[in-house]
């Protein structure tokens, strides 16, 4: 079974430059999710998906960051424009379902690490 | 507020030692916990999920506890191997409407030949 796919797996960008990234779930997940994790802390849960719907985007920055899932599979996350402490890793996850149930176990990408000079 | 908390933040231990790692949460209501492995440079890869019912699971050389009642839980890793350098994070999922899952920091553990 293939995993979760994102990339890029690196970017460096300056200041008020845009940015997106692109996440591809594991087929037939109908939850995606997208966290950011700056160094030496948990990721932090930016936006939530439900097919291409969102349930959760509480604590994403919407003054700059957008993410979009068209059609229910792939999905992208984009910042416009970067700040310096944007820098972080750019993790992004699915699940069969919505939601923290204990069979409901969520899969990662490998990340995409952003640096904003 | 619901917190998880870690520790130690970082460890270092010889290879072929034990150790064990700390979480205590103020979540609330609980509906199960996780240990998640985390690579440098990669996603987190879920190692154990405990629901309220259960004490211990273990996964190969990982062992988690839970004691829910003082709520905290443990993850120890036995005969530990240079691939086990890894952070090593606890998250609580919240048993509400949107069962939303609760990240703590992380330990950062380096095994040393």
């Known amino acids: 079974e293939a995993g979760v796919a994102q990339s890029p797996r690196y970017k460096i960008i300056e200041k008020r430059q845009s940015v997106a990234f692109w996440c591809n779930p594991i087929?037939?997940?109908?939850?995606l999710y997208w966290y950011q994790q700056i160094l030496g802390q948990g990721p932090k849960l930016l936006i939530q998906?439900?097919?291409?719907?969102?349930?959760?985007d509480s604590q994403l920055p919407k003054d700059r960051f957008s993410a979009e899932r068209l059609k229910g599979v792939d999905s992208t996350l984009k910042i416009q424009p970067a700040k310096l402490e944007d820098s972080a890793v750019y993790l992004c996850?699915?699940?069969?379902?919505?939601?923290?149930?204990?069979?409901?176990?969520?899969?990662f990408g490998p990340g995409t690490r952003l640096t904003v000079l | 507020k619901n917190q998880v908390e870690q520790s130690p933040q970082s460890l270092i231990i010889l290879e072929g030692k034990n150790c064990t790692l700390q979480?205590?949460?103020?979540?609330?209501?609980?509906?199960?916990l996780r240990w998640y492995k985390q690579d440098t440079g990669r996603g987190p890869v879920s190692l154990t999920i405990?629901?309220?019912s259960e004490n211990t699971k273990s996964n190969g050389r990982y062992t988690a506890t839970l004691d829910a009642d003082t709520k905290q839980s443990s993850l120890h890793i036995t005969a530990s191997q240079l691939s086990d350098s890894a952070s090593y994070i606890c998250?609580?999922?919240?048993?509400?409407?949107?069962?939303?899952?609760?990240w703590g920091a992380g330990t950062k553990l380096i095994i040393k030949p």
């Open positions: 996850a699915s699940s069969l379902e919505y939601g923290g149930k204990s069979y409901n176990e969520q899969f």
């Open positions: 087929s037939g997940h109908a939850t």
């Open positions: 998906f439900q097919n291409n719907g969102v349930v959760d």
């Open positions: 979480c205590n949460y103020t979540v609330s209501p609980f509906s199960n």
């Open positions: 405990m629901t309220f």
């Open positions: 998250v609580v999922i919240e048993r509400d409407s949107n069962y939303q899952l609760i």
